[in-house]
């Protein structure tokens, strides 16, 4: 999915961490979401979730199962 534009100035819109910890809450059930669910209930690219949920991992925000060499499941560390 590529991003969507800002329809004023026609930059790619930015997608921040609150994006993606909103999604992640939506769609978390218990047993991980993939980063491509994530990128399409936010409506970003799949590398541009895999960033903010990098980031949001680094923040221990999020922890991540790796299930093969090419995909994780994340889910919202509960404080």
Do not use: F, N
């Amino acid at each position: 999915m590529s991003e969507d534009r800002d329809s004023e100035s026609g930059r790619p819109r930015e997608y921040d961490e609150d994006d993606v910890l909103t999604a992640l809450r939506d769609l978390e059930d218990g047993s991980g979401v993939r980063t491509g669910e994530v990128a399409e209930k936010v409506g970003c690219s799949t590398r541009t979730a895999l960033r903010r949920l990098s980031s949001l991992e680094e923040g221990e925000k999020v922890e991540s199962d790796e299930v093969t060499e090419r995909m994780k499941l994340w889910s919202i560390i509960e404080e």
